[in-house]
């Protein structure tokens, strides 16, 4: 017998669980589904980002950069170490750990919201009334129906054209999660978010780490200036970045892999590497979902298509986060889930794309939120800037990380904050006081008037204001 409900989620990523929550908040009676398994074989909500992406990787980012910190900073503190070594398996073990404790963190959310769980997969079987009755959905033995569906089954790694992932030698971000031991040479395959990420790791722990990037330009949808200053940091870290490469055949066997690949000036070159991370973009989840069942209109990557609601082809049926257009970052996938549960509910759910901010926790971080220089250029938006070092900022300098600046974009008329973008220690936490500034419609002299706390970060972005109007005060 079919189990009812007034909702059911399919998935339970970012988008998925906080999408469940919000509609169980706002009275509704919701079944979460979701097949992600830990180690035991048991439930691990999530998604890709709490079990093979966002939290472990920055649990091993935190642990390679203690590593590196003592063995290459902890002398200038005073602070002397000998015979200094990694256990890779203990790592491991404390990122598993920090993925298991978010597992369940949500677990506990569904119980404490009064959200049904099923683990198991989630597809369609058959539109009731042609929806208008809603949607039967099948997970394991288990028949659930329920008049709204909202979907949010994430992505997978793309892998390349004829080398599949074997996440022993060849692999995606989850094989790049569970590297036993420290690569003598990392090979990677794109220069994205996930593999300057995994690459930083390694590089930390002492693996040679080669970049192949087939754009000409390093971090594209990034600011170019803050970019440059990040390629700066990076090369001078020891990471090699080889830019307009293209990639041939690669051959995978036992004792490594083989790249062969033409540089910029189409000269031939061959990488051989222990492991090879291939970062090349992500392809929405939408295999097994069972959706020509219904006739859930998907485009052609396999995404679902949805309109600026959320809202697919069918009544009911909604679809939020990596399966739907838009950036694919977990964060955009939750307000998305928000969004939805409250459209539901007859309010008015709102995700503003350009107030999404953007981050790569490497080491300067960057992080980043509206337009770009060359976007306001290529839209021929007249704009000042103004830019701020971290060299010139005292916590900085007391952290000993004065690497990268704030910087600032501001209409030229009005000054309204066009865009912030920050290369630098903890640009993943200042970037919020941009998003903030921005929501608001705040000017550039807005947040060059309000007091920040001395000595902090947060004052480079002070000064990055003040620098619109060519006012600094400590540069």
Same mark, same amino acid.
């Given at each position: 017998m079919a189990k009812n409900f007034d909702l059911i989620v399919i998935g339970a990523g970012p988008g998925g669980y906080i999408g469940a929550i919000r509609a169980a908040q706002l009275g509704f009676n919701v079944a979460c589904i979701d097949e992600w398994k830990n180690g035991k074989g048991g439930p691990a909500p999530g998604g890709t980002c709490t079990n093979v992406g966002c939290i472990p990787s920055k649990a091993l980012l935190q642990s390679s950069e203690h590593f590196e910190h003592a063995g290459h900073a902890f002398a200038d503190h005073g602070i002397a170490l000998k015979d200094l070594s990694?256990?890779?398996?203990?790592?491991?073990?404390?990122?598993?750990?920090?993925?298991?404790?978010?597992?369940?963190?949500?677990?506990?959310?569904?119980?404490?919201?009064?959200?049904?769980?099923?683990?198991?997969?989630?597809?369609?079987?058959?539109?009731?009334?042609?929806?208008?009755?809603?949607?039967?959905?099948?997970?394991?033995?288990?028949?659930?129906?329920?008049?709204?569906?909202?979907?949010?089954?994430?992505?997978?790694?793309?892998?390349?054209?004829?080398?599949?992932?074997?996440?022993?030698?060849?692999?995606?971000?989850?094989?790049?999660?569970?590297?036993?031991?420290?690569?003598?040479?990392?090979?990677?395959?794109?220069s994205g978010v996930i593999g300057l990420e995994m690459g930083s790791v390694w590089r930390r722990l002492g693996a040679e780490v080669t970049v192949l990037e087939a754009l000409p330009t390093f971090l594209g949808a990034v600011d170019e200036q803050i970019a440059k200053e990040a390629h700066k940091a990076f090369t001078r870290q020891g990471l090699k970045i080889e830019l307009g490469v293209k990639v041939g055949a690669v051959k995978s066997g036992k004792k490594g892999v083989s790249v062969e690949y033409s540089d910029a000036k189409g000269e031939a070159h061959r990488l051989d590497v222990d492991k090879l991370i291939v970062s090349i973009g992500r392809v929405p989840n939408t295999t097994g979902l069972n959706a020509e069942a219904v006739g859930l209109k998907l485009d052609e990557r396999g995404a679902i298509v949805v309109d600026d609601d959320c809202r697919s082809n069918l009544p009911g049926v909604w679809a939020v986060g990596d399966v739907v257009r838009g950036p694919m970052l977990a964060h955009k996938a939750e307000e998305e889930g928000v969004a939805v549960a409250e459209r539901m509910a007859g309010q008015h759910g709102h995700v503003d794309f350009n107030l999404v901010p953007w981050v790569i926790y490497t080491s300067p971080e960057i992080a980043w939120v509206g337009q770009t220089e060359q976007q306001l250029k290529a839209a021929g938006r007249a704009y000042k800037a103004g830019s701020f070092p971290f060299?010139?900022?005292?916590?900085?300098?007391?952290?000993?990380?004065?690497?990268?600046? /704030?910087?600032?974009?501001?209409? !030229?008329?009005?000054?309204? &904050?066009?865009?912030?973008?920050?290369?630098? +220690?903890?640009? #993943? $936490?200042?970037?919020?006081?941009?998003? /903030?500034?921005?929501?608001?419609? !705040?000017?550039?002299?807005? &947040?060059?008037?309000?007091?920040?706390?001395? +000595?902090?970060? #947060? $004052?480079?972005t002070k000064e990055a204001a003040l620098a619109v109007d060519k006012r600094t005060l400590n540069f």
């Open positions: 990694i256990d890779v398996k203990k790592m491991l073990a404390r990122k598993d750990k920090v993925v298991t404790q978010n597992n369940e963190g949500i677990l506990y959310l569904f119980k404490k919201n009064k959200v049904s769980f099923f683990h198991g997969r989630g597809s369609f079987v058959k539109a009731l009334d042609g929806g208008l009755g809603g949607y039967e959905i099948a997970v394991g033995d288990e028949t659930l129906t329920a008049k709204q569906v909202l979907v949010a089954t994430g992505s997978s790694a793309r892998a390349l054209p004829g080398t599949p992932f074997d996440e022993e030698m060849v692999l995606s971000n989850d094989g790049a999660l569970r590297i036993g031991d420290v690569p003598k040479r990392l090979g990677l395959i794109g060299l010139a900022n005292g916590r900085a300098r007391a952290l000993g990380d004065t690497t990268g600046m /704030v910087k600032f974009l501001a209409d !030229a008329a009005s000054d309204e &904050i066009l865009g912030v973008h920050i290369v630098g +220690p903890m640009a #993943s $936490e200042l970037i919020s006081e941009a998003v /903030v500034a921005m929501a608001f419609k !705040a000017s550039a002299e807005d &947040i060059a008037r309000i007091c920040h706390a001395h +000595p902090s970060l #947060s $004052e480079a």
